[in-house]
């Protein structure tokens, strides 16, 4: 069971939140053929290591963000804004 | 409702009141604060009680206002000082009910289904927060050293209510082993 | 053994009387089961698992591998209870297991609840490493908490005479008890194992709350605990445990741990008569002389090693013992009962043997690092050459591993450790600055441990001498899994049972892996041991549940109007968590009864139903429309304030995502809403795009699906029903048409009337304020009452919605269904981009052989076909037949009498006219494909 910082109310316990998938995928423009859209729609990135990914705290102050989990060790380094990018300090 | 007045903690539920909940831009959060007649809308996991009011944080642009039925049109107020392109305000006065536990035990009722760490350290009065008492959403914000306010959805009344009797009756030692 | 007459940490004033097997016995306070047994010449406590072997009492704690027990009677009765671990109370009921325990079919009785605590510092174990931890810790002023599985602090100062700053290290203990419960952010929990360690140090921890408590002083009291700990630092102060050895008939009742029989005379006043002490290391050198203090014949003292150079067996010598260096127990002959008399005696190096009478083998095999906890986080162990032990490689982040559990088992080490780790993660917490005692002791100069762990038995039988006293697991079952090909530890563990016992083969795993690596030549650093995981102790799954049981259990989310449906005697289904009113049977009728009756009301007279548990939403802001218009599938700009339009919603896929009503109130708010099951989803659907997509957007939600109770009034009479409640609201078709919205007072209520309809009929949808629901219910009911307006519930509405082909999103259609699918191809606006149109411009999604909503009408009108079946073309095909399609919907219509549904099938309305076979078990009826409007197909009613 994670425990969560959501970048506005703190750290909750996992429990307050839903997982939203891999965080920065860009919606292409609809003008993309076929394959780029497929593949956006269906593929994502699975490492093994840190990796960066959408979460909301659905139970608390409703708002989606970020963060960089270690999908090895669930060591969470990074939570952040959706308007920041995952390489900003902090 | 289980009356345990006299204990070490009291559980009640709390009279129906005006509620509106309203989001806004930075740009009229000032107005906003002004129509409240408080100096700055509360911060991050913080609400303030004035005048009779409670004004509570819910989220980066999102407040809800709490107060007495029936005195003052707070909603088209709220709307006036906000201005239709800068936020909206929604009456929810029966979007949820209230429950208040009081007394010295009663965090330790809290801690036997809720998550949050409320150790005066972390929370304490002036706190509030979104979170799950059991599997039920819950607003949770202490008003005193030992008193908390507890808003949930009314269609999750009785289900908080069973949990926070059952915490009760944990603390209080009289506690059944079925429900 | 034998109860001395004074000392041991027992109470002599409360004797306590017992039951076991059947018989009474009698112990004292401060007893265990297990002492207590063994005080009344119980040698023999159990039988083992697979062979049937008499046991007896071989540890005095965690590592217990024989002494287990039933506890307690009826609902309250437990298996498999570690006796070592059940302290004794007056009434005690016990029985000795013949090979494995018995759950109660009874609901468990007793109350488990659970707690959530924070903390800046977790210790967890509470000997003399983790006393000097949490006192640290706690005396910079950090939330504490500090756990132990024990009744008391002490740890293994309870079972040793140490000193610490030159006195008994009782009084030492006794003090820091006392200031620690003077801390007031300290919590003490005894009678507590941490048994999870999970992510961000959440530390699961089960407390004996009452379980040692006479059974009549519980009442009122939980019987155990279930505490979720968050700390931001953990310190695991969990010492080690003794490793027993691997010999021929190493299993009888006699034979125990060598730190076990101090225990039992220091804690418990028990001892043998003579004792055979059979060493690897220094520490098993105390029990020499303990038990020689307290009059105990020292028959032999055996130290495996060649050499034994450390200050204890320096001392031994000194004080006149003779030690056999190089000697080991080659075997062990026992009575008629199995129970230990003598032991057989020779050189490790080989040789002849001799025999030694004794009633105690006291062994220590070494120790092992209790490092459950840190490997459940994936924390690294080393193998260590001096300690012949396994050691924690780095701790996992905010943890530290410090004394006995990090290899370090000197007192004097394990204070020093203990104090410096509390201080430290005090200071990693900012909590610093006051002055802490620094307790110390003197510690002995510490000799290799020897890396013996088996002695081979002299006539080549393996099959006697046991790896996993538990599971009864020998060297000859570890061969014959090597044999049979097996390698890895972990699949040696699966092969031979080793290490799967209640006690997770604590004492076995090490002794495990020796003996893979042995047989199959490897290095034993490499081979290593099987991982720990949780639970480190057996829990029942009654505490992980603790009170989420009964109504406790989910919630049960119900209407204002539920009252009135109880009373009404409506029959309910579940709508996840809600309870709607599925019909409301009269005197004498079923269900389907039931169902013609209310259906027949909506299409004739007037009805109501509650749909308070649709979802509502209140879209507002100046951005409110264009945003709509990217979420539903139609044009939701072009609406007029006051008027409604029924909208679709996709996935980014493509697939029908969500349908309901959205009413534009005014030009920049909405009202919008979903179907009970997904107003959770549609809300976040919503705000994820708002807040990640197009956060240029000014608009802003608000859930009021709680703030609303919803009553639609139907059929042809409605009009008539409402008109004398409402005040200046003109309620004529002119005035007030279909998909027209309008804000007013109803019953004296302030209320919002829509003209929607989901049934088909002249409908008006009245919203109060959820707290008046049941108010406008009942005058809705009293207007009606002329009119012998009926309640329906959810299934008639299921059969009325069904006949004009209207979908229920997730039973019409599922993952793979898109709007043209569901013939909703109508609803696709062309002329604007929406979440989800690229996807239906893939090739796949325009195929012409894509399932496609149709309605079916069996042969026999009688026959309804049950929703789920399959449809085929030839029912005569074999399996596995050709399928088509399959029946979404299927019902009796009372409006054209006759058994109907609807379908998904390839190719859809192009099969209108054809005729397919439902097959099932028993026959396969034919239905033909038709239009799925069955019902005024024309809407004539519907806009009345």
Redesign the interface.
């Known amino acids: 069971m994670l425990l969560i910082r959501c970048p506005w109310c703190g750290e909750r316990e996992e429990t307050e939140f839903r997982y939203g998938g891999q965080a920065h995928i860009a919606t292409p423009r609809s003008d993309v053929d076929d394959a780029s859209w497929a593949r956006f729609l269906f593929h994502r990135d699975n490492p093994a290591g840190p990796f960066a990914e959408r979460w909301v705290h659905i139970h608390g102050c409703r708002r989606w963000f970020h963060i960089v989990r270690d999908t090895l060790t669930h060591d969470i380094t990074r939570s952040y804004l959706p308007s920041e990018s995952p390489e900003d300090a902090g | 409702m289980a009356d345990s007045e006299g204990m070490a903690v009291r559980l009640q539920s709390l009279p129906q009141a005006t509620q509106v909940g309203f989001r806004v831009t930075l740009a009229s959060q000032m107005s906003a604060a002004n129509a409240l007649g408080i100096p700055a809308l509360p911060g991050v996991n913080r609400f303030i009680g004035a005048g009779g009011l409670l004004v509570l944080w819910l989220g980066p642009d999102e407040w809800l206002l709490i107060a007495p039925d029936g005195m003052v049109e707070w909603e088209s107020r709220l709307r006036n000082a906000i201005g239709a392109d800068q936020g909206a305000v929604v009456d929810v006065s029966a979007n949820r009910v209230g429950f208040e536990l009081s007394g010295p035990a009663a965090r330790d009722v809290l801690a036997s289904c809720c998550a949050l760490d409320l150790h005066p350290r972390a929370f304490g009065p002036g706190g509030c927060g979104q979170t799950l008492i059991a599997k039920a959403q819950v607003i949770l914000a202490q008003t005193d050293l030992e008193t908390y306010r507890i808003l949930v959805r009314p269609s999750f009344a009785n289900y908080v209510a069973a949990w926070l009797e059952d915490g009760v009756a944990g603390v209080q030692g009289h506690a059944k082993a079925d429900l | 053994m034998k109860r001395r007459p004074s000392g041991g940490l027992l109470d002599r004033d409360r004797a306590l009387r017992f039951s076991w097997d059947g018989r009474t016995l009698s112990g004292f306070a401060g007893d265990t089961l297990a002492s207590a047994l063994l005080g009344n010449n119980v040698s023999t406590v159990g039988r083992s698992v697979a062979q049937g072997r008499p046991r007896g009492v071989m540890s005095a704690g965690l590592e217990e591998a024989h002494a287990f027990a039933q506890i307690g009677e009826g609902g309250a009765t437990e298996p498999l209870v570690r006796s070592t671990g059940v302290e004794l109370y007056e009434g005690l009921v016990a029985r000795s297991l013949s090979i494995r325990g018995v759950l109660s079919p009874e ?1 468990d ?3 488990f ?6 903390a800046d510092v977790m210790v967890v174990g509470g000997g003399p490493t983790g006393i000097a931890a949490a006192l640290a810790a706690g005396l910079q002023g950090a ?1 504490v908490v500090i756990a132990d599985e024990g009744p008391e602090l002490g740890g293994a100062l309870l079972r040793d005479r140490y000193l610490i700053d030159g006195r008994p290290a009782a009084e030492w203990v006794r003090a820091a008890g006392l200031m620690l419960a003077g801390l007031p952010e300290v919590r003490v929990l005894p009678r507590t194992t941490a048994f999870a360690a ?5 530390i699961v921890l089960a407390e004996r709350v009452s379980q040692h408590l006479p059974i009549a002083d519980r009442s ?3 019987d155990r605990r279930l505490w ?1 700990v ?1 700390a931001k630092q953990v310190i695991l102060a969990t010492g080690a445990l003794e490793r027993p050895l691997v010999f021929p008939d190493n299993d009888r009742p006699g034979i125990m741990l060598a730190s076990a029989a101090r225990a039992y005379l220091h804690r418990f006043a028990l001892t043998p008569e003579r004792i055979v002490v059979f060493a690897t290391n220094d520490d098993a050198y105390r029990t020499v002389f303990d038990l020689h203090d307290a009059g105990v014949v020292i028959a032999a003292v055996l130290d495996a090693r060649d050499e034994a150079t450390g200050g204890l067996p320096r001392k031994a010598r000194q004080a006149g013992f003779e030690i056999e260096t190089g000697a080991v127990v080659t075997g062990t002959i026992g009575d008629q009962d199995g129970v230990l008399q003598a032991v057989r005696v020779a050189r490790l190096a080989g040789g002849g043997e001799r025999l030694v009478p004794c009633d105690l083998l006291a062994v220590s095999g070494g120790w092992d690092p209790n490092l459950n906890l840190h490997q459940q986080r ?1 924390g690294a162990t080393r193998w260590d050459d001096r300690l012949a032990t396994f050691l924690p490689g780095a701790a ?2 905010m943890q530290t591993i410090v004394g006995a559990a990090n290899g370090r088992y000197g007192l004097n080490d394990c204070l020093v450790g203990g104090r410096e780790a509390g201080l430290a993660a005090a200071a990693a917490l900012g909590f610093a600055g006051t002055v802490v005692p620094a307790p110390s002791a003197g510690d002995e100069a510490e000799g290799e441990h020897a890396s013996v762990w088996h002695i081979t038995a002299p006539d080549g039988d393996e099959s006697r001498s046991f790896i996993d006293l538990h599971r009864d697991v020998t060297v000859a079952g570890v061969t014959r899994a090597l044999g049979a090909g097996v390698r890895h530890v972990e699949h040696v563990k699966r092969y031979t049972l080793i290490g799967t016992g209640v006690e997770q083969g604590r004492s076995a795993k090490v002794n495990a892996g020796r003996a893979v690596a042995g047989g199959i030549g490897l290095d034993f650093a490499q081979v290593g041991v099987s991982s720990g995981r949780p639970p480190a102790e057996p829990v029942p799954f009654a505490l992980l549940a603790a ?6 259990f ?7 109007i539920h009252p009135a449906h109880v009373a009404l005697g409506a029959v309910f289904e579940d709508a996840g ?2 309870k709607r009113a599925r019909y409301y049977p009269r005197p004498g009728e079923g269900m389907s009864e039931a169902v013609v009756r209310e259906c027949l009301a909506v299409r004739n007279g007037v009805a109501l139903m509650d749909a308070s548990t649709l979802g509502k939403i ?1 879209v ?3 951005d409110s429309a264009k945003f709509l218009d990217r979420l539903y599938t139609n044009r939701i700009g072009t609406l007029k304030p006051g008027r409604a339009r029924y909208g679709l919603m996709c996935r ?2 493509g697939v029908v995502f969500d349908d309901g009503v959205v009413m534009r109130l005014e030009p ?1 708010r909405f009202f919008v809403t979903t179907t009970t099951g997904n107003a ?1 989803p549609v809300m ?1 659907w919503m ?2 795009h708002l ?3 197009w ?1 240029d957007l ?1 608009v ?9 109770a919803t009553v639609p009034l139907v059929g042809p009479r409605a009009r008539e029903v409402l008109a004398p409640l409402v005040v200046g609201m003109d309620l004529s078709k002119e005035a007030f048409p279909f998909m027209a919205v309008k804000d007013g007072v109803v019953a004296g209520l302030p209320a919002r009337v829509a003209r929607v309809s989901f049934s088909g009929e002249l409908a008006f949808e009245v919203s109060v ?4 629901g049941l108010a406008l219910w009942d005058a809705l009911l009293d207007a009606g009452s002329a009119y012998a307006i009926t309640p329906y519930g959810t299934e008639a509405l299921d059969v009325l919605r069904t006949e004009k082909g209207y979908i229920i999103v997730g039973q019409d259609t599922d993952a793979t269904t898109t709007p043209a699918d569901a013939g909703l191809e109508w609803m696709i606006a062309q002329d604007k ?1 929406f979440l989800g ?3 239906l ?3 796949a999604m325009q195929r012409t052989d894509r399932k496609g909503l149709v309605g079916i009408l069996p042969d026999d009108p009688g026959v309804v076909v049950p929703e789920g079946c399959h449809l085929v073309a030839d029912p005569n095909e074999a399996t596995p037949m050709t399928i088509l399609g399959h029946i979404t919907s299927s019902f009796v219509s009372p409006s054209i009498r006759r058994s109907f549904g609807l379908a998904m099938v390839t190719g859809g309305r192009a099969r209108v006219g054809q005729r397919l076979y439902a097959p099932m078990m028993n026959g396969a009826p034919a239905v033909t494909i038709v239009d799925p409007v069955f019902y005024d197909p024309k809407g004539a009613r519907r806009d009345g």
Not at chain 3, 113 to 118: G, L, N, P, S, T
Not at chain 3, 554 to 560: D, F, G, L, Q, S
Not at chain 3, 769 to 772: E, V
């Open positions: 609901t009785s007793g109350r609840e659970k707690r959530y605590a924070h939330r999970l992510d961000q140090n959440g009122g009291l939980a979720r968050r994936r996992v982040p009170r989420s049981r009964g109504a406790l989910e919630p049960v989310r119900t209407t204002p968590q809600w209140d507002q802001g100046p980014l896929d920049n959770g976040e705000e994820q807040q990640t997509e956060p000014r802003w939600l608000t859930s009021v699906t709680e703030q609303w304020a959820w707290d008046q981009d149109k690229r996807s411009e893939r090739p």
